[in-house]
Nanobody, 124 residues
Framework: QVQLVESGGGSVQAGGSLRLSCAAS?????MAWFRQAPGKQREAVAR???????RYADSVTGRFTISKDNAKNILYLQMNSLKPEDTAMYYC?????????????????????WGQGTQVTVSS
């Protein structure tokens, strides 16, 4: 069972930046960030494969960057130019998937392991 612990959330003004971290108890090949705003469904924000291939939601492309330190088993999400609509609980997720499958993973139910979430609040 992979344990995931997020940190780095907080409150910022629009235009500000935050960096989220997710510490994993062991190496997993496929990791992602999701978010869920009040009254909305959980949605994928960014995904990274073991080889560093990334995918981003259209709403965050150009503003967010996902990265991973494989040696330390830590996943990051650098968030710049934050907007009020980025306000949500952000979750780290992981899946045991070989590269070819990881590339296709994007939906909530395709990830097996989840962190407890970290709140991001962006004020205008």
């Amino acid at each position: 069972q992979v344990q995931l612990v997020e940190s780095g959330g907080g409150s910022v003004q629009a235009g500000g930046s935050l960096r989220l971290s997710c510490a994993a108890s062991e190496y997993t090949s496929c990791m992602a960030w999701f978010r869920q705003a009040p009254g909305k469904q959980r949605e994928a924000v960014a995904r990274i494969t073991t080889y560093g291939d990334t995918r981003y939601a259209d709403s965050v492309t150009g503003r967010f960057t996902i990265s991973k330190d494989n040696a330390k088993n830590i996943l990051y999400l650098q968030m710049n130019s934050l907007k009020p609509e980025d306000t949500a609980m952000y979750y780290c997720a992981a899946a045991r998937a070989y590269y070819g499958r990881c590339i296709r993973l994007w939906a909530v139910d395709e990830y097996n392991y989840w962190g407890q979430g970290t709140q991001v609040t962006v004020s205008s």
